[in-house]
């Protein structure tokens, strides 16, 4: 399995970002999947996860109102689209797949011991 984040870059605060992360090697639809961070310093964090179908999807406190995970399972890519950014939301991102392929349609999960596929991050920079 690989899975390639792309999209992070330097934004003021207040802007907006749109992450991708591109699977192979799985059949990406059966797997739930999940944006987590961590930023330098701090323990790794849950931002979002997302059900194989796209249909459930859950959200850090943080980040709730603000991001949107979403995904094409066409084009086997998961998206976070990340507005009105703050200065602590910088941070590496990392894109998850779920260690288990699932028939559930609305499971999702939130703890990063159920992922077994990581991306090698994204950095996201947020200026004030």
């Known amino acids: 399995v690989q899975l390639v984040e792309s999209g992070g870059e330097l934004v003021q605060a207040g802007g907006s970002l749109r992450l991708s992360c591109v699977a192979s090697?799985?059949?990406?639809?059966?797997?739930?999947m999940a944006w987590f961070r961590q930023a330098p310093g701090k323990e790794r964090e849950f931002v979002g996860a997302i059900s194989r179908s796209g249909g459930s999807t859950y959200y850090a406190d943080s980040v709730e109102g603000r991001f949107t995970i979403s995904r094409s399972n066409a084009k086997n890519t998961v998206y976070l689209q990340m507005n009105s950014l703050k200065t602590e939301d910088a941070a590496l991102y990392y894109c998850?797949?779920?260690?288990?392929?699932?028939?559930?349609?609305?499971?999702?999960?939130?703890?990063?011991?159920?992922?077994?596929?990581w991306g090698q991050g994204t950095q996201v920079t947020v200026s004030s």
């Open positions: 090697g799985l059949t990406f639809s059966l797997y739930p």
């Open positions: 998850a797949a779920h260690k288990v392929a699932t028939l559930r349609d609305s499971y999702y999960s939130a703890n990063p011991a159920d992922f077994g596929s």
